[in-house]
C-alpha cells in the first residue's frame, strides 16, 4: 500500500496568514492527489484534484502543487471558515489511501 | 445537482452483516462517466477508503477488507449498496458513499451514517 505522510498534524495560525500543509506518498503517485476539507461533524469536501486543479466553487485562496511523492496544500489568506481538517489522498493504485489529517486552527 | 444519502442501522451486533445503501439523485448511478464508492471513518481518526463499483458491476476492494465486503449495484432503483459482514467493533465508524467520475476523487459525498458494533 501507498503510504501518505501530512505534516503538520495540527497547526495554528491567524486570520490572513499564509498556511501551508504538506503531504508525502511513499512511492510515486505522479499527480493522482486529491485534497479535502472537513469541518467538524461534516462530510468531507473535495478541493483539489490531479495535485493542482481546483474543484469548482472553491474559493481561490486554496492551491495546490507537486508531484511524484510531495505535495503542497497551500491557504494563501486563512479565514475563519477554513478552520478544518485537511486531508491528501492518493488515486493512482488500489488500495486508495488517505493522509492522516491536518487541523487547522485559528 | 447530484446528491447522496445512506441509509442503514445504525446498531449492528457482532458477527451480523452491515448492509447499507446510498440513494442518489440529480444523476444515474448508469452513467459511465462515474464510479460509486464507500469510505468510513471512525471517530476521531482518519478516512479509510473500503472500495467502488463502476456501471459495468466490476468492483474494487481494499484488501485489508476484501474478504468481508461486497458492493452492488441497483440501477432500475439508482442506488447502490454496502455489505460488510463479521462486523466487530472495530468496525464502529461513519460510514459514506460518494460518487467517483472515473479517473477522478470522491466530487460528491453523502452525509455520513454513523455504524455502532455492539451487543
Known amino acids: 500500500d501507498i503510504q501518505m505522510t501530512q505534516s503538520p498534524s495540527t497547526l495554528s495560525a491567524s486570520v490572513g496568514d499564509r498556511v501551508t500543509i504538506t503531504c508525502r506518498a511513499s512511492?510515486?503517485?505522479?499527480?493522482?492527489l486529491a485534497w479535502y476539507q472537513q469541518r467538524p461533524g461534516k462530510a468531507p469536501q473535495l478541493l483539489i484534484s490531479k495535485a493542482s486543479t481546483l474543484e469548482r466553487g472553491v474559493p481561490s485562496r486554496f492551491s495546490g502543487s507537486g508531484s511524484g511523492t510531495e505535495f503542497t496544500l497551500t491557504i494563501s489568506s486563512l479565514q475563519p471558515d477554513d478552520v478544518a481538517t485537511y486531508y491528501c489522498q492518493q488515486y493512482l493504485s488500489y488500495p486508495w489511501t488517505f493522509g492522516q489529517g491536518a487541523k487547522v486552527e485559528i | 445537482q447530484v446528491q447522496l444519502q445512506e441509509s442503514g442501522p445504525g446498531l449492528v451486533k457482532p458477527s451480523q452483516t452491515l448492509s447499507l445503501t446510498c440513494n442518489v439523485s440529480?444523476?444515474?448511478?448508469?452513467?459511465?462517466?462515474?464510479?460509486w464508492g464507500w469510505i468510513r471513518q471512525p471517530a476521531g481518526k482518519g478516512l479509510e477508503w473500503i472500495g467502488r463499483?463502476?456501471?459495468?458491476?466490476?468492483?474494487n476492494y481494499n484488501p485489508s477488507l476484501k474478504s468481508r465486503v461486497s458492493i452492488s449495484l441497483d440501477a432500475p432503483k439508482n442506488q447502490f449498496s454496502l455489505h460488510l459482514n463479521s462486523m466487530t467493533a472495530t468496525d464502529t465508524a461513519v460510514y459514506y458513499c460518494?460518487?467517483?467520475?472515473?479517473?477522478?476523487?470522491?466530487?460528491?459525498w453523502g452525509q455520513g451514517t454513523l455504524v455502532t458494533v455492539s451487543s
Open positions: 463499483i463502476f456501471t459495468s458491476g466490476a468492483t
Open positions: 460518494a460518487r467517483v467520475p472515473v479517473g477522478a476523487a470522491f466530487d460528491s
Open positions: 440529480g444523476v444515474s448511478v448508469s452513467n459511465a462517466m462515474h464510479s
Open positions: 512511492q510515486i503517485v505522479s499527480s493522482w
